[in-house]
Structures are given as C-alpha cells and as structure tokens.
C-alpha cells in the first residue's frame, strides 16, 4: 500500500471499528466487480457470499438468545438481514465513498442500491477471515442493534400485504372482496426511484404508500389500509 491507500484504510478501519491484520482483505472488501475487472483484482464478491452466511448465523443466534420461536426467527431473521437495513449501516457510517468502481461505473448514483448491503456483507466476510466470527460477530450486533431492537419490539409481522389479507378474510364483509394494488406514479432516477401505489379492497381505495420499491410502496399502503379498516371498527 502506498501513503494514500494507508490513510484511506486508516479512515476506513476508524469507522469500521476494526483493525485488520490483513489489509488486503479490507481492500477486497471494498472492491467492485467492475474495478477488479479494469485491473485484474479480485472483488468483494466471495467475500460477500461468506459474510452473508455469517450474517444469518450471527443474527440467528442472537434471536434465539432472545427466547423468540422457530416461526419468530425466521421471520425475524429475514427481516433484520434484508437490503434495507444494511443500506442505512453503510450510509449512516459514510462508507460508500470508499468504494473502489470502475471507470464507467463511476459515473452511476449507488446510493441505495444493492451495492451497499453487499458491501456490509463484504466487510462481515472481511473481519471474519481476518479476526474470527467474535470480531464479525461484534460489528454486526453494534451496527444493527438499533434494527435488531425495533424489530424484536415491533408489534406487527413485517408481512403488511399477508396481515391485510388475512384480516379482510376474517371479516364476512371483507371476505369476498379482491385486495388490488396499482402503481400510480415512479419519480426519481433509475437507480434510485420513488414508487407511488394504491391499495384497493374492492372498489374501496383505502390507501397509499411511497418506496424504493413496488414492494415497500405496497408494503406501505397495506399498512396505512389496515390502520384505517381497524379504527373503522372501533
């Protein structure tokens, strides 16, 4: 490493909260697959393959350190390790700047993309060869702690669309009536839209919802919609 590449690990290790012992594994792990093609490296890719796997283990355990079920995990897990999460860890710490792309790459907006939970995965890969599952294990608790907690508290299922199913079919009124979803408008760029979508039970439209996604927009339409049936009833 030279002088500039010893400062950007020093940085990168300070936020990280980890020193590796092998700095060419906190390189990798900050490796695009578009850079390692330009100049003939490997990229973060198995690193982020192995990181995933240590992810779900580490996230698992700490659930069944909890007392949650084997249904409470799995949905749980699933949950706390989804895109989302680990997005808002790499952009709350500002590591995406330290991302090493391509030429043509450069150009592209990563922000919320898929890029940045490999990159939590890639560094969970990273510190797990280099300092053992304790390590990646301590870095994966500090940094979703705060998922981690509001998820466990949370009271709902993190399954909007399925919870509004099944409370319209436990409703005679409800019972027969098609639940329908309709995107109404996408802002923003390519690589980082805003979807708008509305949720209809029947005729009823009962609410909106906005995401990154169609998912989330209709995540959150089915939420708002079942909020508004419940206090209906009350």
């Known amino acids: 490493m030279n002088n500039t590449d010893n400062n950007i690990a020093r940085e990168t290790e300070k936020i990280i909260g980890?020193?590796?012992?092998?700095?060419?594994?906190?390189?990798?792990?900050?490796?695009?697959?578009?850079?390692?093609?330009?100049?003939?490296?490997?990229?973060?890719?198995?690193?982020?393959?192995l990181g995933d796997c240590v992810l779900g283990l580490v996230i698992a355990e700490r659930l069944y350190s909890l007392g949650e079920t084997e249904g409470e995990m799995t949905e749980k897990r699933a949950r706390i390790v989804s895109r989302e999460p680990l997005e808002r860890v790499i952009d709350n710490l500002g590591l995406e700047k330290y991302l090493r792309f391509g030429a043509g790459e450069q150009k592209q907006s990563h922000v919320h993309r898929k890029v940045l939970s490999d990159l939590f995965e890639a560094i969970v890969g990273g510190i797990y060869l280099d300092g053992g599952y304790n390590e990646a294990s301590r870095f994966i608790l500090r940094t979703l702690r705060s998922t981690i907690d509001d998820i466990c508290k949370s009271a709902t299922s993190g399954n909007e669309k399925g919870d509004l199913q099944e409370y319209c079919q436990g409703r005679g009124d409800l019972k027969n009536r098609k639940i329908r979803y309709d995107t109404i408008g996408k802002s923003g760029s390519d690589h980082d839209p805003l979807f708008n979508v509305r949720v209809f039970v029947g005729e009823d439209m009962l609410a909106e919802g906005t995401g990154k996604s169609k998912r989330d927009a209709e995540r959150q339409a089915a939420k708002s919609a079942l909020k508004i049936l419940r206090e209906r009833r009350k």
Not at 18 to 29: M, N, S, V
């Open 18 to 49: 980890y020193a590796f012992k092998d700095k060419t594994l906190l390189e990798r792990a900050f490796t695009h697959s578009s850079y390692a093609h330009e100049h003939g490296v490997e990229s973060y890719d198995r690193l982020e393959f």
